[in-house]
């Protein structure tokens, strides 16, 4: 069981960052950090995930997050690059051969399990998904 300390850091460890303050995604499109970038465009990148939850698992960002730290802070604004980043998802699918099928996940908030800040979604393929997914 969990102290009263261990909880704090959980909850602490989920909150989301000031909006201006970068997060692993913008020193990946910065090229501070490494990653295995399967595409790019001046708008979007996607690059394989570091922790893989499915054979096939890449991520899709924009490369600017406009105040779109997660999803529930979308607005009318945020349409066309929402559905860029959903296009280029479809892209890279075909690019890496998943035509069987795949899954896009986009986590919002604590509760929904995001742990990066900045909207990004989430491709996993390559094997039979199970469902519901948790």
Known sequence: MASEKEKAQQVAAVRPPAADQPTIFDKIVSKKIPATILFEDSTALAFKDISPQAP??????????????????????????????LVVASKVAKQEKLQEGYRVVINDGKNGCQSVFHVHLHVLGG????WPPC
């Open 56 to 85: 096939v698992h890449f991520l899709v960002i924009p490369k600017k997050k406009t105040g779109l730290t997660g999803l529930s802070q979308a607005t009318e604004s945020h349409e066309q690059l929402l559905g860029h980043l």
């Open 127 to 130: 094997k039979q998904l199970g």
